[in-house]
């Protein structure tokens, strides 16, 4: 007689599991940190160019702008280029492993193929996100000057970056899904990154785009995945720290449920065309 383990056993057996595979991807990410260091001169340089760009602005405007002044304005730059600087390309990884054929090793694995790879983007997306956030805020800081932060909302902000972590993932993996059918899927990923970009808030707070597009933008879930977070990094609230998250939780039911099911239509196009 076979004995079957407890449900909750089961998931904590599941879980530890695919903690273990985010773990040696932020070892294998932590073994490069001089790279990722030296990956971030191209930040330094955006926030330079920005910082000039809004003094003369703020200087022809005003010292506030739409409730933002210059050093919130240019944190508010270095929340969103963490966020996205700290992606790795998941979509390159999965398009080889179609093309290449390594699917297929993958399937055999005793693990799911999209909860490998998430737990493996979250691992090297946190030391990315670590040293995107220590060199941009000590170039902000240095620029700038700090401003006011509230680190009893560390706890919630962490979990907000989580969570618009795996909107991203699951966004950016169903791109690259994509490629069970198409022979290079970096043109869409373009096509899609650079609307997320536009759209979500990348680099000025959408409260500052023109009335028609701010009703665009809050019907589509791009500023939830870069914009809100950074929102919230410079003007911190517990009341809008949920709205986020219940939308956040809402669009990734959305995306989770069209990301497997590409995987599953593109696995059973595998299957029957034997690999």
């Given amino acids: 007689m076979i004995a079957h383990a407890a449900p909750g056993r089961r998931v904590w057996r599941i879980a530890r599991k695919y903690a273990e595979v985010c773990r040696i991807a932020l070892r294998s990410a932590w073994a490069y940190i001089w790279n990722q260091l030296l990956s971030t001169l191209f930040l330094v340089v955006v926030l330079y160019v920005f910082v000039q760009l809004w003094r003369v602005t703020f200087a022809a405007q005003g010292a506030v702008i739409d409730g933002y002044t210059l050093p919130e304005m240019i944190w508010y ?6 966020i996205i600087l700290s992606f790795p390309r998941v979509h390159a990884v999965l398009e080889q492993e179609v093309k290449g054929g390594d699917l297929a090793l993958r399937l055999s694995k005793p693990y799911a193929y999209l909860g490998f790879h998430y737990a493996t983007f979250l691992g090297e997306a946190l ?8 060199v941009g805020g000590t170039t902000a800081r ?3 000057g700090p401003i006011p932060f ?3 909302a560390a706890p919630v902000l962490l979990l907000l970056y989580l969570t618009t972590h795996a909107l991203n993932f699951f966004y950016i993996a169903a791109v690259g899904l994509l490629a069970f059918w198409v022979e290079e899927v970096i043109g869409l990923h ?3 990154d650079k609307l997320k970009w536009i759209l979500g808030g990348m680099l000025i707070p959408v409260q500052l785009y023109p009335e028609a597009v701010r009703r665009l933008v809050d019907w589509l879930p791009f500023r939830h995945m870069i914009g809100g977070p950074a929102e919230l990094f410079v003007h911190f609230s517990w009341s809008g720290a949920a709205e986020l998250l219940l939308n956040q939780a809402l669009w990734l039911a959305v995306f989770g449920l069209v990301c497997a099911g590409i995987y599953r239509r593109g696995v059973r196009r595998v299957d029957l065309n034997g690999g």
């Fill in 77 to 82: 730059l270095v929340a969103t280029e963490a």
């Fill in 127 to 134: 030391v990315k996100l670590a040293v995107m956030l220590l």
């Fill in 142 to 144: 240095l620029m700038v």
């Fill in 150 to 152: 509230r680190w009893e």
């Fill in 190 to 192: 373009l096509l899609f």
